[in-house]
């Protein structure tokens, strides 16, 4: 690779608008005045580039394209047969950087082998703590589905050690990943556990097993197993997806309409991660609707589904072990990476007291490391520091795995699982997220309005507050409904648990609308954020971090136990709002120029 390529992919990975997914950003911010663009699907008459020219104004690309045609009607003959000007594939020269649209290079079968297990864990999650809820909180027999019948609190608390597990255990597979295992293995073997947990919450959700005694046992233990191989499995599968595309250069290729391009890896990054995450997506409304399963049929059903699919999910992993890019680890940074740290906060908070050349000078101390690890940890603390505020919007977003559920078990809710409401989320971003990613962004490129991720993320924060406040509401308006006001289900109108307070379920639509919209603008650009913007030898720990935050917000959620029962729930979403608000002042307010600065230093 020549030194002026390795410049402008280190300035596209350092200043670019992250690595979006479908839920995120077309736009791309890149150095020597690039402008790049891209759609989720190819179209033209070539399949395998991408771009997508609304992101350009017309005049603009027209004017382009007739200059491309006046040099070419002024090119000498001599120069016909340059093989500069055949070569598909070669790379880029400065001036072809520059001057050429940027377009999505073609993908190895090896990469679309590693999103399909990717897919299919996701299923498996989604599919196995949908019905959790209702597992846990209520007893059979009564209007809403049940077995254990453990009360709301109690289910939540489960809920929440759950996901607390499943994003607190990425810290230490990350650190395994990179330093022990690789990141395919670390991948097989959690995909094993996740299997292994699966297997264990379909065999004891049958009825003779919640009859005699073994459910609560299994269900505690699939819990366990689910969320470290959850966890473990997609710390390393995202990394892992990116690394299936080892493409580094600029490469020139050539249309069937003659036009030169030039792929870029930043914009191919992104694209695979659209697909992607815009496949999730898909999957998670097929998994919302296990609840059915669980209506009509029985628990044992709607688990039996996931538990077949963790095990299918082994298949594309095994198969493709021999061509697969798998990356080999590295030694491990985490006792460098401490002890530096430890060195800047003595000498003032300041990293570059912990470079070499500071800790030989004032403390005649030899150290491990480089100048360049020093810049590497200082780049990743900022990526970190402005992640810090989403323990409190995960706090509040993941009321729809465990609260909302039980809110909606309250309401009349027309023959649909009361479990299955998830689904509009579902639906909503499947809905949403083409419209903004084909339709605002471009219409703000075009503008020149910028958006950055700071940006986008301030306004998920907004959009889940305004979310959260409209969930206060409606649990207000199902304490003054009947038969029961502020006890649900549990006054003698309700007939053992089988008349709900008179208010349509459908009130709730508008909360996963709004979880949606927050989870395109926000929760898929912080996972961008700490992908791109961190340091090539520390992105499975930061990303690991990131996941972190989700447990965080997690274990924050064990404080409001208390309040999470009748009639007390009303109090507790006005100060979820609240924190939430506070939240989404901080995040603007404190980090507002932070890309501005990422975006000079690089």
């Known amino acids: 690779m020549t030194s002026f390529n390795q410049s402008v992919l280190s300035e596209i990975e350092i200043t670019s608008g992250l690595v979006p997914d479908v839920h995120g950003p077309a736009e791309t911010t890149a150095g020597l005045n690039l402008q790049s663009r891209l759609v989720m699907a190819p179209h033209g008459d070539d399949a395998s580039i991408v771009t997508n020219t609304g992101l350009i104004p017309p005049s603009e690309e027209a004017g382009k394209r007739s200059d491309a045609l006046h040099d070419e009607n002024d090119q000498p003959l001599s120069d016909i047969d340059d093989p500069l000007a055949n070569d598909d594939g070669r790379v880029a020269t400065e001036d072809e950087v520059r001057d050429l649209l940027h377009v999505v290079d073609r993908i190895p079968t090896r990469l679309w082998v590693a999103i399909l297990a990717g897919i299919l864990e996701r299923f498996v999650w989604y599919g196995a703590t949908t019905p959790l809820q209702n597992y846990l909180q209520n007893a059979p027999g009564g209007g809403v589905p049940g077995a254990l019948g453990l009360g709301q609190a109690a289910a939540t608390n489960i809920m929440n050690a759950l996901t607390i597990g499943s994003y607190i255990t990425p810290v230490p597979a990350a650190v395994i990943a990179d330093s022990w295992l690789g990141r395919y293995k670390t991948m097989l ?348 030898s520390m992105k499975t720990l930061v990303q690991a971090i990131w996941l972190a935050m989700a447990g965080i917000g997690s274990l924050l959620a064990v404080a409001f136990t208390p309040l999470t029962e009748d009639p007390h729930l009303v109090t507790m979403y006005a100060i979820l709002s609240g924190l939430l608000g506070g939240a989404t002042i901080l995040l603007w307010v404190l980090f507002r120029h932070v890309d501005d600065k990422v975006e000079g230093e690089s």
């Open 189 to 536: 073997y959690a995909a094993i556990i996740e299997s292994i947990g699966a297997t264990i919450l379909f065999a004891t959700s049958f009825p003779v097993a919640i009859d005699g005694g073994v459910a609560l046992g299994g269900v505690i233990t699939a819990s366990v197993l689910l969320a470290v191989g959850s966890g473990a499995f997609k710390t390393t599968v995202v990394p892992f997806i990116a690394d299936q595309y080892d493409q580094t250069d600029f490469r020139i290729h050539t249309r069937k309409t003659g036009e030169k391009v030039v792929s870029s890896r930043e914009l191919t990054i992104t694209y695979i991660y659209n697909v992607f995450f815009w496949a999730v997506n898909i999957t998670g409304f097929f998994a919302d609707s296990t609840p059915l399963l669980e209506k009509y049929v029985g628990f044992w059903l709607a688990y039996l589904i996931p538990c077949c699919c963790m095990w299918v999910a082994l298949i594309p992993i095994l198969l493709g072990r021999n061509h697969f890019v798998r990356t080999s680890p590295s030694s491990n940074i985490m006792p460098d990476v401490m002890a530096a740290l430890r060195h800047g906060i003595a000498g003032g908070f300041r990293m570059d007291a912990a470079k070499p050349d500071a800790q030989l000078q004032q403390h005649g101390r030899q150290v491990s490391w480089s100048d360049s690890f020093i810049e590497d940890i200082k780049r990743s603390l900022l990526t970190c520091r402005v992640l810090l505020l989403f323990p409190i919007h995960w706090l509040c977003y993941n009321q729809t795995f465990n609260n909302l559920i039980s809110q909606a078990g309250q309401m009349v809710t027309y023959g649909i699982p009361n479990d299955m409401m998830k689904i509009a989320g579902a639906i909503s971003g499947i809905i949403i997220a083409p419209v903004i990613q084909k339709g605002l962004y471009p219409f703000l490129t075009r503008k020149g309005v910028s958006f950055s991720p700071v940006a986008r993320m301030t306004v998920g924060f907004f959009i889940l507050t305004l979310s959260m406040v409209h969930t206060t509401m409606v649990q207000k308006f199902i304490y003054q409904a009947g038969p029961c006001y502020d006890a649900p289900l549990t006054c003698p109108a309700a007939h053992d648990r089988t008349v709900p307070n008179q208010i349509s379920v459908f009130l709730q639509i508008p909360i996963y609308v709004g979880g949606a919209l927050a989870e395109v603008f926000c929760l898929t650009t912080g996972t961008e954020y700490a992908y791109n913007h961190a340091p090539e």
